[in-house]
């Protein structure tokens, strides 16, 4: 049996569950993935490329925006489209293909997420203007990875040149603030008072910039 109905049949299925506007776009999106695990829930297909082709869909209905909801319900969905056709599928496969789905979707919304926070500390979110060429420097990056470190640094002092800032206050991580102390050394820009190196616990985050996943239950 062609694929294209049952798909059709399939994001018929979710569109009627579906919550809201951004869940019809997310469905309409990932026709192509869906073609996919439909193929391979066919007979004589590989578990592990169905369950890796079900992680992929929950993933670009992450990156799409789709609600939780149509998420988990989507390879039930898919199950009624093939029996309503007669399409001939392995039934004893649903439940590991509905968890390989949810978790390429979770852990899609988690990458977002980490990235949005990490973003965060990135210049001008981490300074705050001082007035007299000053700025003051949250030095509390989440990481203690130190090449990621010093790529922050890098990236915060960078923009601090470009902003013509000649001096700056820190506080924050010992690390962070010992990365960004270096970088502001490096390109000549006085560090108001001495890098801070008292071991206090960083600040809190600044407010995190809007996710890229467009999340429309969280709004």
Do not use: Q
Not at 1 to 23: C, I
Not at 107 to 119: F, K, M, N, Q, T
Not at 173 to 199: P, Q, W
Request: with cysteine.
């Amino acid at each position: 049996m062609p694929t294209t109905p049952v798909v059709a049949a399939w994001s018929e299925h979710d569109e009627a569950r579906a919550l809201h506007p951004v869940d019809r776009s997310a469905i309409g999106t990932t026709e192509a993935a869906r073609s996919l695990v439909l193929e391979l829930f066919g007979a004589g297909a590989p578990a592990r490329d169905l369950f890796n082709a079900c992680a992929r869909l929950g993933a670009l209905l992450a990156e799409a925006g789709a609600s939780p909801s149509l998420a988990a319900g989507t390879i039930d969905n898919a199950a009624r489209a093939l029996s309503d056709r007669g399409a001939p599928f392995d039934a004893a496969r649903l439940p590991a293909a509905r968890a390989s789905l949810v978790e390429g979707y979770v852990a899609a919304v988690r990458a977002a997420e980490h990235a949005a926070g990490l973003a965060s500390w990135e210049y001008p979110a981490c300074a705050v203007p001082l007035g007299d060429d000053s700025v003051a420097i949250a030095c509390g990056h989440p990481t203690d990875d130190g090449e990621a470190l010093r790529a922050w640094a890098a990236r915060v002092v960078g923009r601090l040149v470009k902003a013509k800032v000649r001096r700056a206050v820190l506080a924050g991580a010992n690390v962070a603030t010992a990365e960004i102390a270096s970088a502001l050394e490096l390109v000549g820009i006085e560090i108001a008072g001495g890098a801070a190196r008292d071991g206090r616990e960083a600040p809190p985050a600044p407010a995190t910039t809007k996710s890229w996943l467009r999340l429309p239950w969280r709004r």
